[in-house]
């Protein structure tokens, strides 16, 4: 057995503490301000990375492999926290999805996230499994891969989080293609997903809330008190920072509150802001290396399960990273996405964690 | 792994690759790219001016008795931006502060209406500052009233209370001067934008008239700027810069409250005994100018207004009469805005003329009732005689005809109707060396300029007037169609384009297209009186800062010289005494101690007022004394006051009593204003400093 990529573990342990920093500094003077205790975010923030780290550590214990066999499980857990959470009085919604359960102790989760690392096992195994003697899967595999991704996606339309199924579906189409089937089912798959975001916004399956955050991603100054509000003041602090930024701590536009959700959807302001076009360059480049690195373990495993895996959380990882920096340079609708190993907010940690987990588990159990 | 899934890997990772190169690509471009532009976005977002206005500096007059200050007054404001948002747009609110301060809402709604927001046509009193400042309805309010909005937050959403500097115009010695000192206001957008060339903070107020206009620039000194970074909530941060308020300068003018206020009541007066005398007496204006250096010691336009009423607010009605023809237009400066012919007291420029011609101005002339030029008799001033007598009596007794003959015999010398190439123009070239038909360029804005209706000018009247004189019958409203004007509109249709006979006899007597303002006059008097100098006239002396220290001496320029030789000046002196010994105006200066030499003028007015009446004549006088040792040009003008001597004249005595100390026939040289000429001396400015008595 092989031991950890640690590349891998240097970048995104390089996340995890520029991420608490600015969690730190998104926070800190709006707490001090209020008198109440300016390290409060950050100390949660701690405590959900403690987590995900020993998270990540207990996915990398047992064989990936004898994963295959809890995968039912976890997709029947995550399917039951989706309808859970639609149930009222028990979801709770905040702006205007009802996508978290809230737990004793101020903590919520948000099913959904259990769902991304559900769907990624269960599609992995679904298309790596050879059973007739074939190379790739056939049309009934990739008819079942989709069957038992609708429904949690469907779940998730219903909360509706627009942003985490426009990245499971991103991600199903990424694991279809590289799985080798038949590329009309590729090429089937992207038409739906363009047709299907059109006749969203026509025919009104998007609530009002969605239809706004698009629009104002078309024009900012559609809706100046809300979400164009929002998406202008994210790029002006993003711009402000220049090239070395304002320095930690002292960005006055963070300060300001003026950027809504600071330390969570919006983190990236923060580095935009005070660490410049070098911190948040640097931030790139971590997020790059990860996705790098595990492409390298994609390619160099010789288990299709494995693969299938990997390909799975590097579409997860590579599309929500780029909604959501691209939300706060004006690239992407605004949708609410947290960012990858730096955004506040502890069941996306835990999952973008377990997906590391994956990885460094599949990279220690490569053969040769 | 086969072929195929190494391809798809390869294309899934140069997609995600592409991706992540387009997030560094769109941070590239924000930050080092547009990051300029971001960074003065966030700097508008985050940090906001709060404008402490500068005290304005005070304009004190030759002693420095102060003439404009400032005090503390409480303003009662409206916030449109919430009173707007109310659900009546603000109607019960500003009727209940109405109600409370004792205003009309009407006023109340008008004074916080942006112009713009009114119908052109009816837009006095409106708000001629912007929206994002609080509009203060009142500066004066009574602190308890105050106290009511203040504490009733509530009842008075958008309505407050604060202490504010008011400009004030204390009127000491009784003195108005409400044309001279102008007032302030709050800056209009196109101040703002810079139009005028300079830059300004949102709230501060600015010279909208007068000398608060002409000196502005020093007056208003520097406000003070607090920059705070504000949060989302316009909570206050930190304060990122903080500048001190800069006080203005202070204005020393060459004005004296004394002689203002005694010039201001000689015209009043003037005008009360012109109307006792039932004339119409419509307005006036008197000026006192120091003839070795053109500064105006006072200058008085009638009728007036309270220059307070601007930061009192003005009141609807107050704004309509300010430009009102009933009220006779109290907002213009007869003395530098009203334009009137000047009659006889224009013969000093056709004394300059005839001299220039050839003219022996010690031999006699006949002064018959009437000289015909052309077809017409030109009459003498009601018609007298007076037999054969020399030019100086001809001025003292103001005579007409002599001037009707020397003006057309050099008329036709000209070439008459067909006029020579090298025409000498005697009398108009006189009259440009007196710089008639310039601006005298004294430091007051808005100033008018008489006209000479020399050859140029006639051929550009004429071009503009030509169709409406041609189709006089069809075009002249229905009260211009008499007989005369019907006449008169048919020669002008013919030959308006050149100087006629006629034309050239009236401009002889000041008479005819010829006008002037009563500030030229006195300019061209003055420069008699001093031997032929033309100062531009000052009202400004200096500008002293707030620790003392001079800034800036306004020292009077001379403009030129008037075209007359020594001997024909002194001709002027002699012979505008014998006015006042012999003359038209030596009843009006029975008993007078001092010296007084000057010239009357009745300047006939053609046309009608709105009444229908023939409008009356204007009266002049213009002056100068002592007659041995000129210091003092003094001019009054009332227009439709009658006769010069009787109106004008009265009214030039009254202002030279109280400049030389003059009761009874005796002078009293220590009650004398300026016991030894206007002060050369800069005062020490105080806004306690009190009126010296004599």
Known sequence: MRGFDPFLNFAVGGLLIIGTLLVYAATKSWYASAGLDPQYYMKRHIINIVIGILLALGTTVIDYRLLRAYTPIVWGLAVLGLIVVLVPGVGSTVNGARAWISLPGGFQIQPAELAKIAIIIGLSMILSERGHGKDEPTHKDVMRALGISAIPIGLILLQPDMGTV????????????????????????????????????????????????????????????????QLRQSRITVGSGGLVGKGLFNGPQTNGRFVPEQQTDFIFTVAGEELGFLGSGFILLLFLIILIRAFGIARKTQDPFGRMVCVGVIAWFAFQVFENIGMTMGLMPMTGVPLPFMSYGGSSMFANMIGVGLLQNIHARQRG | MNQRTRLSLLVTQTLIVSLMLALFGRLFYLQIGAGAKYRDAALSIQSRDIVTPATRGLIVDS????????????????????????????????????????????????????????????????????????????????????????????????????????????????????????????????????????????????????????????????????????DRKEAVTRESRNTLPVPGDHLVT????????????????????????????????????????????????????????????????????????????????????????????????????????????????????????????????????????????????????????????????DGGLSPKSNAKDYFFTAARSFQMAQKTGIDLPSESVGRVPDRQWRLDWYKQNKNFYCNYQTRAAKSQLTPFLIALAHENCLDGYMIRGGDAVNFSIGQGDTVITPLKLTQMYAAIANGGTIWQPTVGRAIVGTNGAVIKQITPVILGKIGASASTIAFLHDALHQVVVSGT????????????????????????????????????????????????????????????????????????????????????????????????????ISPTTKVKTK
Not at chain 2, 193 to 209: D, H, M, P, Q
Not at chain 2, 602 to 613: I, S
């Open chain 1, 166 to 229: 426009f990245i499971i579906s991103a991600s199903v189409v990424a694991m279809i293609a590289v799985s080798g089937a038949p590329s009309r089912w590729v090429a089937g798959l992207l038409i739906v997903a363009l047709l299907g975001g059109f006749v969203a916004v026509k025919v009104g399956v998007l609530s009002q809330y969605q239809v706004k955050r698009l629009q104002s991603f078309v024009d900012p100054t559609a809706d100046p008190q809300s979400s164009g509000y």
């Open chain 2, 63 to 230: 002693s420095g008795v102060p003439l404009a200050l400032n005090r503390v007054g409480l303003a009662v404001t409206v916030d449109r931006s919430v009173v707007d948002k109310q659900s009546d747009k603000g109607v019960a609110v500003l009727t209940r502060t109405s109600t409370l301060l004792g205003l009309k809402y009407a006023d109340v709604f008008r004074r916080t209406r942006l112009c713009g927001e009114l119908p052109k046509a009816d837009q006095t009193g409106c708000w001629t500052g912007t929206r994002y400042q609080p509009i203060p309805i009142t500066k004066d309010a009574d602190p308890t009233k105050a106290l009511q909005i203040v504490e009733r937050a509530d009842l008075f959403p958008g309505i407050d209370a604060m202490p504010v500097a008011v400009r004030n115009y204390p009127g000491l010695a009784g003195v108005n001067a409400a044309h001279e000192l102008g007032y302030v206001g709050p800056l209009t957008e196109g101040d703002l934008a810079g139009l005028n060339g300079n830059t300004y903070y949102r709230s501060e107020s600015i010279g909208k008239a007068g000398l608060e206009l002409q000196y502005d620039k020093y007056l208003r000194g520097k406000p003070g700027i607090k920059t705070v970074i504000v």
């Open chain 2, 254 to 413: 060459s004005l004296d409250v004394r002689l203002q206020a005694s010039t201001e009541s000689a015209l009043a007066d003037a005008v009360a005994r012109a109307r006792a005398s039932g004339y119409k007496a419509d307005s006036g204006a008197a000026v006192v100018m120091d003839v070795k250096t053109g500064r105006i010691l006072s200058i008085a336009s009638y009728p007036t207004y309270d220059p307070n009423i601007w930061e009192k607010g003005l009141t609807v009605q107050q704004a309509k009469d300010l430009f009102s023809d009933a009220k006779g237009v109290p907002a213009l400066s007869r003395a530098l805005q009203g334009q009137y012919a000047p009659a006889s007291t224009f013969k000093v420029v056709s004394v300059v003329a005839a001299a220039a011609a050839g003219y022996n101005l010690n031999a006699t002339y006949t002064c018959p009732a009437s000289v015909k030029v052309g077809n017409r008799d030109f009459q003498n001033f009601e018609s007298k005689p007076q037999g054969t007598i020399t030019m100086k009596q001809a001025i003292a007794v103001s005579c007409d005809t002599i001037w009707y003959q020397i003006a057309f015999d050099q008329w036709l010398k």
């Open chain 2, 585 to 684: 105006a030596a009843g009006s200066f029975i008993g007078f101690p001092v010296p007084v030499s000057g010239k009357t003028g009745t300047a006939e007015v053609f046309g009608l007022n709105p009444n229908g009446t023939k409008k009356d004549n204007t009266s002049w006088f213009a002056s100068f004394a002592p007659s041995d040792k000129p210091r003092y040009a003094v001019v009054m003008m009332v227009s439709q006051g009658g006769f010069g001597a009787s109106t004008s004249a009265v009214g030039v005595r009254k202002i030279y009593e109280t400049l030389f100390g003059v009761s009874g026939s005796t002078a009293n040289p220590t009650k004398a204003i300026f016991p030894s000429g206007p002060p050369s001396a800069l005062p020490v």
